[in-house]
């Protein structure tokens, strides 16, 4: 096996796809789980997401005819975002997908429906994290710039806009977000915030699209079965259950855990008191927004060597800040020695830009061997 490559665990990504399933069929008559392709959009995963029932969320054009590509029917597929163009999006309502409303643009391209036919959208709702919910803000004034505000008054203007259409309904509310925390508190205030501003509006709606940010597979995390329960427990207080669907849209609960990334050590050099190692992996390959301060790593040794104080285990690139660990008093690492990191399936893959050395090798492990589903990139394939 040739590295750097990713490599998934067929295993636990068939965990994490039937048990945030089940967790909802165990709470709510009617769900669509859906897979955040932005998240990783690597066909097998989209494949096998597919298969598992779910829809496809995507954010944009070149989203959607993936999923397309990848065998999602048209009416499988959740609509977000701002980059809808007008062709896609009328084309997207026109073969029933679940379109959210996000911009003041796609309400006026309503108008070019078929005024003899009748139509189903969704809006989504502007959610300020440190209002709803202080303790689960990144940061003072989580606002969002996504979605129309109760506060401002937008949401009202978008929602009055899509009444006024004749033959088109609000029958959907999105309402997204992040937390610094992902905790169940958070989402139960998420709901309860978006039920509370819905119910002083008389608005009723036959879909909640909570969106995604959920913890994965993870020992002291929530479970899936804990999200689905605390969303139930919020939404039954407003909405019959029974005549309510109940969407969610996870990325990272799917895909974090399954992948890992094997880099091999390609050099070792002493100065400035310290071991400097190099990988031929990066820091691009398995943490993108470089915020991370540790990983989740395994290291494979050749043989037992003696423990040096500092070494500094740095990437391929020509980056200087291209820096992962800093290992202290720990046995030195030598040439061919290999890093397996861990719990990277999350925007990593489609974050890694074309920078010095192209995608490399994705291969799929099933308790058995490894199965090649995505060869490396190389200059033929960018031409």
């Known amino acids: 096996m040739k590295t750097p490559c990713y490599i998934i665990d067929k295993q636990e990504l068939e965990a994490s796809l039937y048990g945030f399933k089940k967790a909802l069929a165990n709470n709510f008559k009617h769900h669509v789980p859906s897979y955040s392709v932005k998240t990783n959009s690597l066909p097998y995963l989209l494949k096998k997401a597919k298969d598992a029932g779910y829809f496809a969320e995507v954010v944009s054009d070149d989203e959607l005819e993936l999923a397309l590509a990848c065998g999602f029917s048209k009416d499988h597929i959740i609509f977000n975002g701002p980059l809808k163009t007008k062709e896609k999006f009328l084309d997207s309502i026109n073969n029933r997908a679940l379109i959210n409303i996000e911009t003041w643009r796609e309400i006026e391209w309503l108008q070019e429906l078929n005024k003899d036919q009748q139509f189903k959208v969704g809006v989504r709702m502007n959610i300020n994290i440190s209002q709803i919910s202080p303790a689960d803000e990144n940061h003072p004034d989580d606002n969002s710039r996504f979605g129309f505000s109760c506060e401002s008054g937008d949401f009202d203007k978008a929602v009055k806009l899509i009444n006024s259409l004749p033959n088109v309904s609000l029958n959907r509310i999105h309402i997204h977000r992040t937390s610094r925390t992902r905790s169940i508190d958070f989402y139960c205030n998420l709901v309860d915030y978006a039920m509370t501003e819905l119910e002083k509006r008389n608005i009723e709606v036959d879909y909640v699209d909570v969106g995604g940010g959920y913890f994965g597979i993870m020992d002291g995390k929530p479970t899936y079965q804990e999200y689905a329960s605390a969303i139930a427990s919020v939404l039954k207080s407003y909405r019959n259950l029974d005549s309510t669907t109940v969407i969610i ?135």
């Not at 915020?291 to 500094?312: A, C, D, R």
């Open 249 to 383: 849209e996870p990325g990272n609960a799917i895909v974090a855990s399954c992948f890992n990334f094997l880099a091999t050590v390609i050099d070792v050099k002493r100065h400035d008191n310290a071991y400097f190692v190099t990988i031929d992996g990066s820091r691009i390959d398995i943490d993108p927004f470089f915020h991370k301060e540790k990983y989740f790593n395994e290291f494979k040794h050749q043989s037992g060597t003696m423990t040096v104080p500092l070494q500094i285990v740095g990437g391929c690139t020509c980056l200087e800040y291209d820096r992962l660990i800093e290992l202290k008093n720990y046995p030195l690492l030598q040439v061919g020695d290999q890093i397996l990191f861990k719990r990277v399936g999350a925007y990593t893959m489609t974050l890694t830009p074309l920078f010095i050395r192209y995608w490399p090798n994705v291969y799929v492990d099933d308790g058995n061997q490894l199965e090649l589903v995505r060869e490396k990139w190389n200059a033929k394939k960018l031409l």
